[in-house]
């Protein structure tokens, strides 16, 4: 086996498959709460222009209506993928009222756990999945439901997948679809491996604010990751899925889907998921039949030091984490690391934010070491260098890292005067942008920001192209050049439901 790896790092040298490798795609899904400006949750109704709810893949509600879904299309790279984030977020700034804001931590203020849970459990206006709402929040508890997050979507090359397959796995699989599968299986056990590192990097939800009934009063505050321990984001102890192998993972939960363990797939809530686009969320043997192509990793805090909640650093690491995986074997006695690896991310989810062992700092010096060596040998770009020293200087010195930051912002117990000046800040400056979409004003003219955001808000969907806009409905396109005029004496917003008659039924209002 050894032997294939090498002729497997042979062959990603040569410049056509490594230029393959470093285009791997990212979707980011971020979910944050609207809150008023003393910090309770928001009653406004969901904004009135974006009520397409239904229809609407990039802009949408979560759990409660006060808590707002962005989710961004797959691109290649972590910058873009946050630049599209970016474009989301001022979209939904600009339709606060003046006295909301978006709030930047995974755990929502103080105020909202104090004044707010009832208000929360039943402020639900979307009545095609009320059912699995009240299901999720009578199981699991509105607290728990609330907490906000980013969800990080990754998906390697295709073509890089079939040249893989076709050159190195032909007659070890049968076919490309099972390669696929369990290619993207090996980077979810790769990552679950060192999901404690991740924690340790970029937990970012210290204090329970005041959080009712959820969290143990024998665990003392602050903590580095309350969402990522055991206590957070996860499936009840009884009913937590294997890692141990492909096989495994996929007729349990199979199994719990059909039993009615789980009401869908959705309700998987471990560190990875493996998707398929378009998937049938209650058919995972589907999945498997069309095959994987892509992870959706489930258990990053929101960054509140960063602009959109994630950083490039942040993704440029998990990738090379991933990447590396193709060309690494698993441990020997991998069962019993998977096993030990859940217990590894919960001590350090649960320790002090500055805390930090030395097994610790061995092994994560031990897998940054490697990640070096993968990016000279592989002559990685720049960014992944700077990743790479980024999350050196926070192994170094735990202050460094985010809930190491956080800890020192934290004030009577909670976050609620750091989180409110870093929402009133972001809100200062996304109003007073000089641009339709600043994030992208270097690149398109104002007419064609214009044009995207009327149809982010319509729900049209879109692709960015180096010189040009795509927009489409179905198998309906339609092309923008980059610096194009356009005629917008009727308004942006007709110019697109003219462009596209059969859009006009993604605003028809679903309440």
């Known amino acids: 086996m050894a032997d294939k790896y090498d002729q497997i790092k042979s062959a990603l040298k040569e410049p056509e498959l490594n230029a393959k490798m470093f285009a791997c795609q990212f979707g980011l899904e971020a979910k944050k709460h609207r809150v008023l400006t003393n910090g309770r949750a928001s009653r406004y109704p969901y904004p009135a222009n974006l009520r397409s709810r239904q229809y609407n893949i990039y802009l949408n509600s979560g759990f409660t209506d006060d808590m707002i879904d962005f989710e961004t299309p797959p691109v290649v790279g972590s910058r873009h993928a946050v630049t599209h984030l970016k474009m989301l977020e001022q979209i939904m700034i600009e339709h606060l009222h003046s006295d909301e804001r978006l709030w930047p931590l995974s755990m929502a203020p ?34 728990k439901e609330i ?16 040249t893989l397959y076709q050159r190195f796995y032909i007659d070890e699989y049968g076919n490309e679809v099972d390669f696929r599968n369990h290619l993207y299986f090996k980077l979810a056990q790769a990552y679950y491996l060192y999901q404690w590192l991740f924690t340790y990097l970029y937990g970012a939800s210290p204090v329970a604010e005041d959080m009712p009934q959820s969290f143990p009063d024998n665990i003392e505050l602050p903590v580095r990751s309350i969402r990522a321990s055991e206590y957070g984001d996860d499936n009840k102890a009884s009913e937590r899925i294997t890692y141990n192998s492909l096989e495994e993972h996929v007729d349990q939960l199979q199994e719990y889907v059909d039993n009615g363990t789980f009401y869908s797939l959705k309700e998987f809530f471990g560190p990875v998921r493996l998707r398929h686009h378009d998937q049938d969320m209650r058919d995972l043997r589907g999945v498997m039949a069309a095959g994987i192509d892509y992870l959706e990793f489930r258990n990053f805090d929101l960054d509140p030091l960063s602009r959109t909640g994630i950083s490039d650093d942040t993704l440029n690491f998990l990738e090379l984490l991933l990447l590396d995986a193709i060309v690494s074997p698993l441990p020997d006695d991998l069962t019993s690391r998977l096993a030990k690896a859940r217990e590894l991310n919960n001590e350090v989810a649960l320790q002090k934010p500055t805390d930090e062992t030395g097994w610790m700092k061995d092994a994560a010096n031990k897998l940054i070491d490697e990640l070096q060596a993968f990016v000279e040998e592989f002559n990685a770009p720049r960014e992944y260098k700077l990743a790479l020293t980024f999350a050196k200087r926070r192994v170094e010195d735990p202050t460094l890292t985010i809930s190491g930051q956080l800890a020192d912002r934290i004030e009577n117990g909670n976050l609620l005067s750091f989180g409110l000046k870093i929402a009133n800040d972001r809100y200062t400056n996304n109003i007073n942008y000089q641009h339709p979409l600043q994030a992208i004003s270097k690149d398109y003219s104002d007419d064609v920001q214009r044009l995207l955001r009327a149809a982010i808000e319509l729900g049209v969907q879109f692709e960015l192209q180096p010189d040009m806009v795509t927009l489409y409905v179905g198998g309906h396109k339609e092309m923008y050049q980059a610096e194009e005029p356009l005629d917008f004496s009727k308004g942006p917003r007709e110019f697109v439901l003219s462009a596209f008659p059969e859009a006009q039924k993604l605003q028809e209002p679903q309440e």
Do not use: R
Not at 122 to 139: E, I, M, V
Not at 150 to 162: A, K, P, R, T, Y
């Open 110 to 143: 103080a105020p909202v756990y104090q004044h707010d849970m009832e208000y929360l459990k039943d402020a639900y206006t979307k009545p095609w999945a009320q059912a699995n709402h009240d299901y999720l929040g009578n199981k699991y508890g509105v607290a």
């Open 147 to 162: 907490m906000g997050d980013v969800h990080i979507n990754f998906g390697l090359d295709s073509d890089l997948v079939s």
